[in-house]
């Protein structure tokens, strides 16, 4: 598979995901379902005694959405005039 095409398919996929394009005001939402999804995985996981690997990885999916929420956070205490807005960034061509 040529690296154009692998690239075309991740656009996809997180495209269907809804993950790509989305406002900055979505991403509170959207973290807090993936977490719950998560947290739902890995309590599936933790009952079983096989899947150490992927229990690993969505602990670790967990760690880094929160991560995000905190940066996310922090970024709501800034003025709304100073908040990056990605509506605004694409008509600049950002």
């Given at each position: 598979?040529?690296?154009?095409?692998?690239?075309?398919?991740?656009?996809?996929?997180?495209?269907?995901?809804?993950?790509v394009e989305i406002e900055?005001?979505?991403?509170?939402?959207?973290?807090?379902?993936?977490?719950?999804?998560?947290?739902?995985?890995?309590?599936?996981?933790?009952?079983?005694?096989?899947?150490?690997?992927?229990?690993?990885?969505?602990?670790?999916?967990?760690?880094?959405?929160?991560?995000?929420?905190?940066?996310?956070?922090?970024?709501?205490?800034l003025p709304k005039a100073?908040?990056?807005?990605?509506?605004?960034?694409?008509?600049?061509?950002?």
């Amino acid at each position: 598979m040529s690296e154009e095409t692998r690239t075309q398919r991740v656009r996809e996929s997180l495209t269907q995901a809804r993950l790509v394009e989305i406002e900055v005001d979505e991403f509170p939402d959207r973290i807090k379902e993936v977490k719950h999804v998560a947290i739902g995985r890995l309590g599936e996981l933790l009952e079983r005694e096989n899947g150490v690997q992927e229990r690993e990885s969505v602990a670790h999916s967990l760690g880094t959405l929160r991560r995000l929420e905190a940066t996310l956070q922090a970024g709501t205490r800034l003025p709304k005039a100073d908040r990056p807005n990605a509506s605004t960034e694409k008509k600049r061509g950002g």
